[in-house]
C-alpha cells in the first residue's frame, strides 16, 4: 500500500517471521525465497497471492490514482482560468504541464537536474511563472519535443505557443509539487521502472478531458475505452519476447551498418512499450557486436564505444541517439497529447454535397503555405459551410460543417456574420439578417440545382468550367442567391424551413450512407438521398416562382 507518514512497520506487512523462528519455520521460508523455489515460480504465486490482502496495492495503480488527481485538479483550474481554450487545447495544456513536471522531477532523483528545484517552487507566489521558466531551461538544455518553445530551423515539429500564456493557480501547483517528495510521495523515481511509467501512462491516456456548456472540465472514459471495457497494458515479459523474436531476427548476421537500414514501427504504440523494448535491445545489440569486433581495444569503435567504471562497455551518448533516431519510430492518435491539440484538416478532394470524408490528416497551424494565410482560428471552429473549391460536377459541391475542421486553399469557408468574431467587421444589419438564416437553410440554397446554375450563367460564365466542374472563387460564393426572408409571404417562409429541415435530413442520412453495412440498407439510403434531394430543388423552384422554361434550362445545364 501507499506508505504514509508515521506507519510502523506493521502496516501492510504479509509476512513476519522473526529470526529465532527461522529454523522451525525454515521450509515454509525456503519454499518461498530459495533460489530453486524462486526459478520454479512460487515467489510470483506468494506476489500474486499478496495483491487481494486488505491494505496492498501495486505501485502502478497508486501512482495512476495520484496522477488522475493531478489532472482533474489541472483541469478544472485551467478550464475556468483560461475561458478561451478550446477542449483540444485544454487536454494538451493538461497533460503537458504533468509529462513535463513528471519528466524534471525523475531527472533530479537520477542525478540528472538538481535535488529539490521544483520543491522549491513552492516557496512564494507567481509559481507557474516560477515552473514556466524551469521549462525554458529544460528547452534549452534537452532539445526535445517535450519542452519546445521556439520554432527552430531544421526541425519538424512546430513550437508550443499555448502553455506560457497559461494561467494556472498556486494553490493547484503548489499540492502537485509537494507531493513529489518525502514524506508526502512514496516513490523513489530513480528506480521507478519504465514498464511501470508506461502502464500508468497507458492507464492514464485512456481517458479525456471534456468541456461542458459552461466551459467545465469533466474527465471521463475515451469512446473506444469504454467500448473495449478498459485499457490493457502488455506485459513486460511478453514485450521481450516479441522483440526477441522480431528485432532479433532481423539483426542476426548483420553489422551496425546494416542494421542502420532497418527501421521498426509500431504503428499503435500507447505509451510506447514495445518501443521501448525494442530501443533496449537495439542498444544492447550495438554494444555487444562493437564489443566482439573491438576485442578488448577501446580504439576501434571509439565513436561509439567506451569502458565505464569497473571496465563495463558502454555506449557513448552519440551512438545511442543515432540508433534512436534512425531505427525506432512510433504513430499514434491521442486527443490528449495532440499539440495545439494539430488541427484535423480536410481538403477539397474529401469534400461532397453533403457530406465530408476526413481521411485522417492533421495540420500544424500557423503554416502559411498550406493554411493559405493562416487565419484565426475561430475562422476554422465556428460551424461554417464549406464549399469545394474545384468541383468535379456542375454543381456546387457543399456541405455544413460543425465538428471545426480547418481546411486548405482548396476549400472556400462560408459563416453566418452573428458566428463568427470577425463579424465585427460586418455591419449590425448584416448580423442581424444572417441570424434569420440556419446553417441547414443555406446549405439547401447553395446545393440547390439553381444556385449552381445560377453561379455559372450569372456570376461566372461559362470560363469557370474547370476540368468538367465548376471554378468558385470568395467574390462569386459572396454573392450566391439567398432568399430574402424578411420580406417572404407566409408560404415562402414555410417552404424556407422545409429546406432547411430535408437538408437537416439529408446531412444524416449522407452520414448514414458511409457507414451502412449492407447491400439493401445502402440502396435504400440512397434512393432516400436521391428524393430529398430533388425535393429542395422543388422548393427552391417554388420559392424564386421559376417557371417551367426555367426550370428546363436549369436542370439542363446542371
Not at 513529489?180 to 530513480?190: A, R, T
Request: glycine share 8%; proline share 3%; net charge neutral.
Amino acid at each position: 500500500m501507499r506508505p504514509a507518514v508515521g506507519d510502523n512497520a506493521s502496516v501492510a506487512r504479509t509476512l513476519f517471521v522473526p529470526c529465532e523462528k527461522y529454523d522451525e519455520r525454515w521450509d515454509e521460508i525456503a519454499g518461498v525465497f530459495s533460489k530453486e523455489a524462486i526459478l520454479q515460480g512460487s515467489f510470483d504465486r506468494y506476489a500474486d497471492s499478496t495483491k487481494a490482502k486488505k491494505g496492498t496495492a501495486e505501485v502502478d495503480k497508486a501512482f495512476l490514482g495520484e496522477i488522475e488527481g493531478w489532472r482533474d485538479a489541472l483541469a478544472r483550474n485551467i478550464a475556468l482560468r483560461n475561458p478561451g481554450l478550446s477542449q483540444r487545447e485544454l487536454n494538451y495544456a493538461v497533460q503537458t504541464t504533468i509529462d513535463r513536471i513528471i519528466f524534471l522531477r525523475i531527472c533530479e532523483d537520477r542525478g540528472i537536474e538538481a535535488y529539490g528545484r521544483l520543491r522549491g517552487l513552492c516557496n512564494g507566489g507567481g509559481t507557474y511563472g516560477r515552473l514556466r521558466q524551469l521549462f525554458f531551461e529544460a528547452d534549452a538544455r534537452y532539445n526535445s519535443g517535450l519542452f519546445h518553445f521556439e520554432d527552430e530551423r531544421g526541425r519538424a515539429s512546430y513550437a508550443d505557443r499555448l502553455t506560457p500564456g497559461l494561467t494556472i493557480d498556486d494553490r493547484v501547483l503548489k499540492d502537485i509539487l509537494k507531493h513529489l517528495y518525502y514524506p508526502e510521495s512514496p516513490y523513489e523515481f530513480s528506480v521507478l521502472p519504465a514498464d511501470i511509467l508506461g502502464q500508468v501512462y497507458e492507464q492514464f491516456l485512456g481517458k479525456v478531458i471534456r468541456l461542458t456548456a459552461g466551459h467545465r472540465a469533466v474527465v471521463e472514459d475515451k469512446p473506444e475505452v469504454k467500448k473495449a471495457g478498459g485499457v490493457y497494458y502488455t506485459p513486460t515479459y511478453i514485450v521481450d519476447y516479441i522483440v526477441k523474436h522480431a528485432v532479433g531476427r532481423l539483426l542476426g548476421g548483420k553489422t551496425p551498418k546494416q542494421a542502420a537500414a532497418l527501421r521498426f514501427l509500431d504503428p499503435a504504440c500507447g505509451s510506447g512499450s514495445f518501443l521501448i523494448g525494442a530501443y533496449q535491445y537495439l542498444l544492447d545489440w550495438h554494444r555487444d557486436w562493437y564489443v566482439a569486433d573491438a576485442k578488448g581495444s577501446a580504439k576501434k569503435h571509439a565513436k561509439a564505444l567506451y569502458q565505464g567504471r569497473g571496465g563495463e562497455w558502454r555506449l557513448t551518448t552519440a551512438e545511442k541517439k543515432r540508433i534512436l533516431q534512425s531505427s525506432v519510430y512510433g504513430v499514434d492518435i491521442r486527443d490528449s497529447a495532440v499539440s495545439p491539440s494539430c488541427k484535423p484538416m480536410v481538403s477539397g478532394r474529401e469534400l461532397h454535397r453533403y457530406r465530408l470524408e476526413w481521411s485522417g490528416r492533421y495540420v500544424e497551424y500557423g503554416l502559411a503555405d498550406q493554411m493559405y494565410g493562416a487565419r484565426s482560428p475561430d475562422f476554422f471552429e465556428q460551424p461554417k459551410l464549406m464549399i469545394r473549391d474545384i468541383t468535379g460536377t456542375h454543381r456546387l459541391e457543399t456541405t455544413v460543417d460543425e465538428a471545426g475542421f480547418y481546411c486548405d486553399h482548396t476549400i472556400l469557408c462560408a459563416h453566418r456574420a452573428v458566428d463568427i468574431d470577425s463579424s465585427r467587421l460586418a455591419s449590425r444589419a448584416a448580423i442581424d439578417a444572417s441570424a434569420l438564416y440556419s446553417l441547414c437553410v443555406l446549405q439547401g440554397l447553395v446545393a440547390s440545382r439553381l444556385v449552381s446554375a445560377y453561379y455559372y450563367f450569372v456570376l461566372s460564365g461559362e470560363g469557370v468550367r474547370t476540368g468538367g466542374g465548376l471554378h468558385t472563387y470568395p467574390t462569386t460564393v459572396r454573392r450566391l442567391p439567398v432568399f430574402d426572408v424578411s420580406q417572404a409571404t407566409e408560404s415562402k417562409s414555410g417552404l424556407l424551413s422545409r429546406v432547411g429541415e430535408m437538408a437537416a435530413q439529408l446531412l444524416v442520412w449522407k452520414s448514414d450512407l458511409r457507414r451502412a453495412t449492407t447491400p439493401q440498407h445502402a440502396a435504400h439510403l440512397a434512393r432516400a438521398c436521391d428524393t430529398a434531394d430533388r425535393t429542395i430543388d422543388h422548393f427552391v423552384y417554388q420559392l424564386y416562382d421559376l417557371s417551367d422554361g426555367e426550370i428546363e434550362l436549369v436542370e439542363a445545364s446542371t
